[in-house]
């Protein structure tokens, strides 16, 4: 299984419908690709015809789709269906090494972002790195069709949040990700639109596949993940989000990624 891989000069920024050419115009069926991209890069929407594990090596980034919004610190990686319209910003500098595998080797159904462990990285570093231009194809068959086999087994973690459709519902909910409040209630949405608190629960479940709740709690975790890359005080970032206290911050920090605060800065990002 050949595996074709980027020769990794780093390109401008304004170079990425280069990679995108290279991506659709490559006939091996595994791609690998890595890149740094600075702080502030957006990435304009685009698709592939493969499907795509976006891995953040280092950095945060921002991923859109019409439907949603996926945010990917470091350690997790995005699994990205074929087809699927998508658009990066950076938060911080990222370096990012991605996969793409022809639809019969991989095919999902959504994204999702998922925890990157241990061997997973180490078999995409070692698919991505020039260095291993001269790898045979029998090794590139078996680290392939090992990454495969774990991608399976990865931890998906809740970091997408589902935007609605409904263009008012939808401005709410961007106001909320740039003054984020654990505090927000149905009712205080629910007046903002002009509708009862019924009505406005079924619209917003109809609108994103969850509750209320639910979205805003995910979406202050979201919003957190950013100001803790770059170093802000967990308490800080737990008392700008609305929650009374850190201890109740940690709590939902740790449901949505498994490891409070001060491990996962410490695990993924070396504070």
């Given at each position: 299984?050949?595996i074709r891989r980027y020769p990794l000069p780093q390109l401008p920024d304004d170079d990425h419908f280069r990679n995108l050419d290279w991506v659709e115009t490559g006939n091996a069926p ?242």
């Open positions: 299984m050949p595994v791609l690998a690709l890595g890149r740094d991209y600075n702080a502030g890069l957006l990435v304009p929407f685009h698709k592939h015809t493969r499907t795509q594990l976006w891995w953040a090596r280092g950095g945060v980034v921002l991923m859109r789709t019409e439907r949603g919004r996926w945010m990917v610190p470091p350690g997790h990686a995005l699994l990205i269906p074929a087809g699927v319209e998508h658009s990066a910003e950076m938060i911080s500098d990222v370096r990012m090494h991605s996969i793409y595998f022809a639809p019969d080797l991989l095919r999902a159904e959504r994204p999702m972002v998922m925890e990157i462990n241990p061997l997973a990285g180490s078999l995409v570093d070692a698919l991505v790195s020039v260095e291993n231009e001269a790898m045979s194809e029998r090794r590139e068959q078996l680290v392939t069709d090992l990454l495969l086999e774990e991608i399976g087994r990865l931890q998906e973690r809740p970091l997408g949040l589902p935007f609605p459709r409904d263009e008012k519902l939808a401005a709410l909910c961007r106001q909320f990700l740039q003054a984020p409040s654990a505090a927000a209630s149905i009712d205080q949405w629910a007046d903002r639109l002009g509708l009862s608190r019924r009505s406005f629960t079924r619209l917003f479940r109809n609108e994103t596949g969850v509750s209320f709740v639910t979205w805003r709690q995910q979406a202050c975790i979201f919003a957190s993940l950013p100001l803790l890359a770059d170093g802000e005080p967990i308490i800080n970032v737990a008392l700008d989000a609305g929650y009374e206290n850190v201890a109740a911050f940690t709590t939902m920090f740790r449901r949505m990624l498994g490891s409070p605060p001060s491990v996962y800065l410490k695990t993924y990002l070396g504070q």
